[in-house]
């Protein structure tokens, strides 16, 4: 009796801490407050500058520019949830429905001309462990809103922050820098770059990793 | 001390002592050039050889062919490592060696350094640097450039040398000195715009295209003021027929291309403002009828449905009169472009038998997958050859001129349309073609790619991609091991008598002498020498690893010590070597506007890398 006992109590033991483990899953706080945008100045270091916007589809405008400065945040709401590395704490890094804003808003405002799903092009890839103006949620709004010198436009202006703040989110999570229960929607285009959240944070892949097509 | 001061006075003396030699080299060069210049003796198809390379196309009619023969089939395989120097750029090496007398010049990618190299000093093993000039080209032009940074070379007329810039600008510099004499700016990188053409010299304007067609620029041909760089006239590819130059003498062949302001109706309401029809390949000029030829590039954005209409006047080319820019005749290759088929190919001036008549023609191997023969003083498409398994279209109506695309390949918002063939950078690219006199053959260095194609929702912003597709290619399904192709083609049969098959792109240029020889360069770094006679199929004769893959533009010159020699630049890069050059992620198949995918395994073949090459027999 004693020995039957044991093995149920000694499974339980391990399937409960289990049940709780697999138990995490996203949470979600509905509002989420965008940290604070004066973590960067007003400083352009591009001479590159995104302009004029035409909307050219029959069905919406393709962007929706805040035209206005930096916009502070709203006032009187409690931080989400724990921070994440860096001097700032974007909540919508835990924020499922915010990761797939951001996807949405890296394709109305052209990143995707230069940085592709990740595997970069004119500009370089965001899939991989390497980041020339810093990973942290704050150098990454910096590089969208400042721009940089070697061909990253500057987007002051043009995002209102809170968009900004999403799509920083998305840029990381594109190197499997969120948390894996944050998984974003599925995306309905060609078979591209591996799913943001499957992605290892791991250094550039220059050869051919299974066969895509 | 002592000797610190020794030195000095050592460096100074010889300073002096090589300031006075580079006078005399330069005096020289200058005085050999003055009665070489080009423009006097292109009234023919073979021009009296001078062992010089003065402009990319070797000659206006970019024919891309040398008279020497020193180097022949025969000797050809004992070909040896003369001299090479560092680029100090470690992107996509598209442009050519130019030589001028005994000295050589070579641009950059960006940042667009220029440098004179003197060849005599070469060959004797010295330090070849006579000059460097540094344009300082603006460092934010780098995130406009849609396929790398790449610039396809400078040109020499009149004791100066002329060349772009990636932020839109043209530069005049002394040929001996290396001092500037003049720099205009011609757009703004903030509306998308950059410079990679090589610019063309002749009747005293400099002719010179945008790029930009990723990022819903307006294209335009602008003529500078050879003297002072001032804009001549500037002759743009969309918008109202003032704008585009297209006045009393505009005759098109068609009837589809007749009617006023097509530049402007043929589009949604104001999107021939950022309609593309950029200009930056290649400028060809017929001496005969003292007409400019040239192409324009695709219109903007990618995605077709963004756009109804024929979109004039993109994917056409122009004939103009060099003087005012005035269009003589336009052909639309492209109608309603549905896969970024740029017609910016060249376009090279030949007088051939068409059909048992002499026609004055110009051969245009087309982006599209179709070789086209055009009468060059009217625009009427004599023929169009396919040159590759084309999916994307039937073929073109040589009643009307049109190409007839394949409705079941036509992109769709939303859909993604698989095994389009030609792929986005065509069956051919910007990588130039050569024409043989001797064997009647154009050499035509291009590629096998395939794709699957999906149009998606985009919008405007300037200064950004204005793009609106996910694409990803790969080897067209007739080889699906080779992406590249080296055709040597007959016009007046109409066929390929050999072709060459190379597992990456053939994407550097070519060259082809009186020697029978032809060169090119692979993506995987091999500098290669092919019998260029159609009864040997193709027979390489010779090759070398160089330190990194080529895409660049051979030259071949007669040295100052009387001797041929050979010369590339090696330096993958460009569109289709942007996965190497830029360091991309081969995990995005749709990265490079999907080019990654195709060339997938290059990073194990090569790595970056800047190196002028020169060959010679020993």
Redesign the interface.
Known sequence: MKRLNRFPLAALAIAMPLAVWSCKREERSFRVQPPAADTTDKVIV????????????T?R???EPSGGPIAPPPPGIAPASKPSAGLVHNGYEENAYAVGEGNRLY????C???H??????????L??D?WIYGSNPEQIFATIVE?R?????SFRG?IVDYQVWQIVAYVRSMSGMLSKDVAPGRD???????PPNSMRYQP??????GT?? | MLTGNWLRYGCHLRGVLAVALLMTAAAAVHGASTTTAPGTNQETNAPHEDGQWTQPGKDYQNTRYSGLDQINTENVKNLKVSWEFSLGVNRGQEAPPIVVGSTMYVVTPYPNYCYALDIDKAIKGENPLKWKYDPKTEAAAQGVACCDHVNRGCFYDDGKIYFNTLDVHTCCVDARTGKEIWKTKLGDINSGESITMAPLVVKGKVLVGNSGGEFGVRGWLTALDQNDGHIVWRAYSTGPDSDCLIGSQFKPFYDWLKGKDLGVKSWPADHWKIGGGTVWGWVTYDPDLDLIYYGTANPGSWNPELRPGDNQWSATIFARDPDTGQAHWAYQVNPHDLYDHDEINENIILDLPVDGKDRKVIIHPGRNGYIYIIDRGTGEVLSATPYIRNTAAKGVDLKTGRLIPNPEKAPQVGKVIRDIEPASPGAKDWQPCAWSPRTKLLYIPHQNLACDYEAVDTGYIAGTPYVGVNETMYAGAEDPAHLGFYDAFDPVAKKIVWRIKEKFLCWSGTCVTAGDVAFYGTMDGYFKAIDARPDQGGKELWKFKVASGIVGQPTTFKGPDGKQYVAILSGVGGWAGALVSGDLDVRDPTGALGFVNAVKELPKYTTKGGVLYVFGLP
């Open positions: 591009s001479k590159l500058r995104a302009g004029q916007m035409m909307a050219t589809t069905q405008a393709a962007t394709l109305a405002y052209n995707v001309g230069c592709f799903h990740g595997g970069g092009g004119i500009g370089p890839p899939m991989d390497t721009g010198p070697n061909g990253m436009p043009k309905d285009h060609m078979a591209g770059a591996p550039p892949q220059w050869s051919t990793v895509i097509r």
